[in-house]
RNA sequence: GGAUGCUUAGCUCAGCGGGAGAGCAUCGCCCUUACAAGGCGGGGGUCACAGGUUCGAACCCUGUAGCAUCCACCA
């Protein structure tokens, strides 16, 4: 028996070790089954989970659960991502804590704490996991830097090496110095700070002249080769060839023309710095200038920068700045708010800067993914329009930067020979005393990359995993990754699987906080997802973040959404505590017979298999708030408001008649526990396994099927009168300053709704008395179609008057308005022929709910 | 500069071609034995604005405004 109060708590207690314990969340068990997969998108092993995590993962728990309902072999692979630079970071904040930094420790000191950081936080990760309840297959359990992870890892580079699409090459590339990195484009936070925008005055060699040339980062003017301006621009054309003196060493630079330069921006002459920008490397290759560099991997000014050697870039922009205006070379200092690039982990400025890295060569890879997209099977985006961003991204790549110069992470698979310095890239790593390997690490993202496959067991394609399930199914994730990594997923499975990672991507949105806001840590309005559940337990957390957003929205997190979840919630436990208590101990279920059913029975069957039609519906298009909301309303206004209540007379009646309540009593709160289980397993378990002739868990359930059969539109219709003569009468007490439970005598005419309504509306509506009689009726008049129902009491004719008359109002209003519609030609023509005839009959309805109406307002008039 | 999304009840949001919905808030009445974490009944909306398509538009198209996000550029 359920206990009165729905407590989450307890309700949790136990349960997921039973399940795990129990193998159901194992793939493979039943291989006569259809097999249906996905991946979850490995956490970062760098700190808690949060609300985002939450929901991306219960939209995952869902899908899954709700497809072995359907019956297939579902395989929910669970992993995590070492997330190079994000843990590195981590682990680098932390030592320094202690005063401690990367480099006392060396390579080998350094990985051992980066690996004792990794389990701490995966333990944490898996106690989340299984606090939200993840129906995950842990025996198939993955890291990114396992064995497995590292052989695909090492198999990929040295193919694309072969294949030329991973070259090394000397660029610039936007270098973090406080984690002496690079990065790749998207690892940059572009944000707007205020700075400075210098105009310094360049004498021109020879002459008396002297032109303007404006920067935002003068500590770089050591390594300019050159000042470009716009050939047709006609303030600099008679200087073109000229050159002109460096304020910041004195050195001669050439004075040059090209089209790039912007005559409107700045002054219209650049200074060129081929080593430290991206637009200069470009132009620097173009006219054959040197590159040099004069800042080191911690942003230190170098050996070029004379006396400013040694300072940091701030540091000598000051100093530098001074000098200048010390000389007379400063014209003036102009207030500007800029993008700026950020490191996206340390926050550091990012500069750009030449060095040597390796490259995916994108071109032909986003070009495959471009082709595909354009395939019958190609990637579905739900919603459709997220497709998009990855076609835009795919069309404008540009290389892909992976190394970084990091520790954590997987060792890149090329070798140097010791002595002529030539490079072998090798899968398996050569003679040490030969060979040296490099240093650097791959982007945390190569590896992430291979995940839905190299987890199945690929590269080895024979594995039994990859060939049952891969391709996956679906993949579920955030828009804000679909670049990181939805993207080098497709390319990289494209390339070496010849297949799409997954035939369909479910991306949702992002959990703010109330105000709105992205919850971050700055801010400190993050949320746990652990203090929710502990306030409203678990499956009020899972329904609230997964119904209450459109796919792809964002949401806002809401404690008085969660509340009323669990509100929910409580409301079917006690309906089914309800039934429950119906059914007894004796009670053995049999299969609904319409020929028994009686007409409420048929109403409440007529609307059940309605639901269980559009939530499966709703269900299979991942319309998760769809699905919710529409078995919301079955629940509480078909069932709990109408069905339960009418059951306790029916209940009463004994006899077959009780029998065959209890029978839909019983299967449809066991259909609800069934729709509802997905969103909330715990609460759904608990409640399945207090009816009778459950089976052992509510995870060997098969999904409610719809039955056509059972539809009954003419009971329901016939039962809505009957809903909508209760609520007359409520309406009517409520109005009239009438004690809800004070009683007034009734009568109907000439029939029914249909037989035995009476006695419903006698118990619902506290009549004193209920008559039905063929004639027209005096009194206070309520009309529905094919009847009346009349109060009679005394009421003040003036009352009664003023509210026929709004009813007339109210019927000439819906009469003309039928009307109107029925006229129109086009109408009669082109609507669906249901719609139609539906107008034609409301119409009839209710001009003979206008005749009565007319006759009785005349009669009180007299 | 380019792209996408949003604008619906006091607040937060669903709905996205056939008569405006939910939660919370609000007002009135009820401790009626499943639920007071509740029940019953109400009030509250020219669905941003302007055009267009359609028999019919909150919903489709075009434009405008405001807000948000993403991408690119910024010497």
Redesign the pocket.
Known sequence: MLD?????KKVEEGKYERWVNAGYFKAGQDKSKPPFSLVIPPPNVTGKLHLGHAMNTTYEDIIARYKRMKGYDVLWLPGMDHAGIATQAKVEAKLREQGISRYDLGREGFLKKAWEWKDEYAASIHEQWKKMGLSLDYSRERFTLDEGLSKAVKHVFVTLYQEGLIYQGERITNWDPELRTALS??E???Q?DP?D??YFRYDIVDSNDSIV?????PETMFGDTAV???PKDPRYQKYIGKQVINPANGEKLPLMADS??????????????PAH????FALAKKYGFPFIKVLDETAHMNEKCGPYQGMDRYECRKALVEKIKAEGHLIKIEK?V????HSERSGAVVEPMLSKQWFVKMKPLADAVLAYQKTQGKVEFL?K??E??LL??MS?I?DWCISRQLWWGHRIPAYYNKETGEVLVSETAPDPKLYRQDEDVLDTWFSSALWPFATMGWPDTTSPDYQRYFPTSVMVTA??I??FWVSRMVFDSLHFTGKAPFQKVIIH?LV?D?????MSKSLGNGIDPLDVIDR??VDALRYFIT??????????Y?D??V?????????????????E?VLGEDYTPRPLEKKKLGTLDRYLVDHLERTIKKVGAKMDEY?F??AS?TL??FV??D????Y??FS?ISLAHGGEEAAVTKDVLYWTIKDIILMIYPYAPFVSEEMYLSLPGHLDSIMLETYPVYERKLLDKKASDQVAIL?AM???I??Y???H?I???AKVKLAVSPREPFAGSGEYLTRFAFASSYEIRPEALEGSPFLYPGCEMVVEEDVDPEVLRKRLSEQQDSLH??IA??EK?LS?????????KA?VE??QT?LAQ?KAMLVTLEEKLHSLQK
């Open positions: 009165k109060h729905y407590d989450p484009n998207i940059i936070v572009h707007d700075g925008f210098f040339v404006a920067t935002t980062r470009f301006v716009n790039y330069v912007d005559m409107k921006f700045g002054t219209g002459a650049m200074k060129c710095t920008d991206p637009n200069d500007i800029h993008s700026v690039g919603p329009r997220f998009k961003v835009r991204w404008n540009e828009y804000d679909i670049f949105g703010r109330e105000q709105g806001r992205k409203y337990g119904t209450n957003a459109a796919p792809g929205m964002d949401m806002r809401s008085a959404k509340a009323s979840a669990q509100a929910y919630l409580n409301k079917i436990w006690n309906a089914c505590r309800y039934v208590g319309q708030g769809q909301s919301y309303d509480y206004d069932f709990c408001s109408s339960l209540e306790k809903l209760i609520k007359d409520r309406n007490k409520s109005s300053g004690a809800p439970n209003f819906e308005r039928s519609i129109n030609p086009g109408f009669l023509q082109k609507a669906p719609k539906a107008e409301k209710n």
